[in-house]
């Protein structure tokens, strides 16, 4: 590993340059370059979080504004953490911010996850029978948010990845339907892609608002952007 030399006035960050390992594909070298040159990895690193992820999370609150004082949050797929070290911070689940109500935060994944601070975690498959009864009773009651940033093991083929993560993302959908409160809110990850229409539309018929974002932190070469369901409509997917 070299680094790039700076001269002249002033100071820049140096750029990592990765030199190809025997054995290493080439694919593999550019990944760890844009890791290593990442500043939200960067920014991960010295803020305490578990990964780049975390930012994208912050991003999309900042904007909508989900993750309030008292919440209570269901991060499904949340390996390594870094949602759910959000969600801690911003719903006051650690009750640090003195006069603000205490919010929850329960993540669940199918591998066991290090233990996050002021979280519950457990190892769950959320698309189990009584899964959602399992989570309710852990949580003593409904969700105020449910939020997923989980993608379907890659198969190299980009049609069939993108139908996996969107099928993935129906299903995440469906647990919401069953946990949340009404007014309540969903948030996932989706894929670019062109089968989004039938997850926009039971969104539609479920929430009162329903956008599609890219936040800054999403690599701007990836596929990926995040639905965001507002105003959960209740069991009878109609307004009162």
Known sequence: MTQKNTSGRGQRDLKVKVKTARGRKLSSTRWLQRQLNDPYVKRARAEGYRGRA????????DQFRF??????????GCAPGG???????????????????IGTVLGVDL???????GAQTYQL?????DADLQVKEWLGGMADVVMSDMAAASSG???????????LCETAAYFAFDVLEQGGTFVAKVLAGGAEGDLQKLLKQNFKKVMHVKPPASRSDSSEK?????????????DE
């Open 125 to 129: 498959d959320f698309m189990a029978d």
């Open 67 to 76: 993750l309030v004082p008292g919440a209570r949050i269901v991060d499904l």
């Open 226 to 238: 995040f639905v965001v369901a507002l105003g959960y409509r209740g069991q009878s997917g109609e």
């Open 111 to 117: 591998q066991e996850v290090e233990p996050i601070a």
């Open 83 to 101: 949602w759910s070290q959000v969600a801690v911070q911003r719903v006051n689940a650690l009750g640090e911010k003195k006069g603000k109500s």
């Open 54 to 61: 975390a930012f994208k999370i912050l991003e999309l609150d």
């Open 157 to 167: 083929h980009k049609q069939t990845d993108h139908l996996r993560i969107m099928a």
